[in-house]
């Protein structure tokens, strides 16, 4: 059963940084796309930034200029740099991996907390 295993949330003031990584462990295939979403309280998740194994990135309008997706697809693991940390970027945050066999298959992560308060 492949898992993946999110560290580095936690309580950080507007404007500072966190970095997240994520993990998958028990897959013997490299997945097609990686990537982090979030779900605040009351809303719906969301996504945060993808990134293929062709290096294609995606982000959220929100979060353009402020975080960087990375991977090493080798090791399918996943980071997501966050700076200039805003209120709003409060949530809670899941890893994603995305793998394309005869039909997609997702893999979340258990989620990561992520909050930015003075």
């Known amino acids: 059963q492949v898992q993946l295993v999110e560290s580095g949330g936690g309580l950080v003031q507007p404007g500072g940084s966190l970095r997240l990584s994520c993990a998958a462990s028990?897959?013997?295939?490299?997945?097609?796309?990686m990537g982090w979403y979030r779900q605040a309280p009351g809303k719906q998740r969301e996504l945060v930034a993808t990134i293929s194994k062709h290096g294609n990135l995606e982000y959220a309008e929100s979060v353009k200029g402020r975080f960087t997706i990375s991977g090493d697809n080798a090791r399918n693991t996943v980071y997501l740099q966050m700076n200039s940390l805003r209120p709003e970027d409060t949530a809670v945050y899941y890893c994603?991996?995305?793998?394309?066999?005869?039909?997609?298959?997702?893999?979340w992560g258990q989620g990561t907390q992520v909050i930015v308060s003075s």
């Open positions: 994603n991996a995305v793998v394309v066999l005869v039909r997609p298959i997702d893999y």
């Open positions: 028990n897959s013997r295939f490299s997945f097609n796309i």
